[in-house]
């Protein structure tokens, strides 16, 4: 059974920071892509950022370039989301997903095979 749990998530003012991780169990982690997406209130889930099954590879959308990071640790199947320089837009819920094969980032949902509960951030002004 293939789990993906996010942790990290909470409240923060504008300009602070943040760490998320999602650690998988129940599939062979390097094997695939993982994505986070973010899904704010009324709005449909977007694609925040996305990291190859190696770690060498990586996507973000516009909205957050420059200010979040992704990256991942194999051997503790874990991926991370490093968040500075938080807005109030990016108030949402984050979910971690991960996505076969592993070899390119792609921002599709329906190319992530499996997804995390999600993570609620909310950044105050």
């Known amino acids: 059974q293939v789990q993906l749990v996010e942790s990290g998530g909470g409240l923060v003012q504008a300009g602070g920071s943040l760490r998320l991780s999602c650690t998988a169990s129940?599939?062979?982690?390097?094997?695939?892509?993982m994505g986070w997406f973010r899904q704010a209130p009324g709005k449909e889930r977007e694609f925040v950022t996305g990291?190859?099954?190696?770690?060498?590879?990586?996507d973000y959308a516009d909205s957050v370039k420059g200010r979040f990071t992704i990256s991942r640790d194999n051997a503790k199947n874990t991926v991370y989301l490093q968040m500075n320089s938080l807005k109030p837009e990016d108030t949402a819920i984050y979910y971690c997903?991960?996505?076969?094969?592993?070899?390119?980032?792609?921002?599709?949902?329906?190319?992530?095979?499996?997804w995390g509960q999600g993570t609620q951030v909310t950044v105050s002004s």
């Open positions: 129940g599939l062979t982690f390097r094997t695939y892509a």
């Open positions: 990291i190859n099954g190696s770690g060498g590879s990586t």
């Open positions: 997903a991960a996505s076969f094969p592993p070899w390119t980032v792609v921002r599709g949902e329906r190319s992530y095979n499996y």
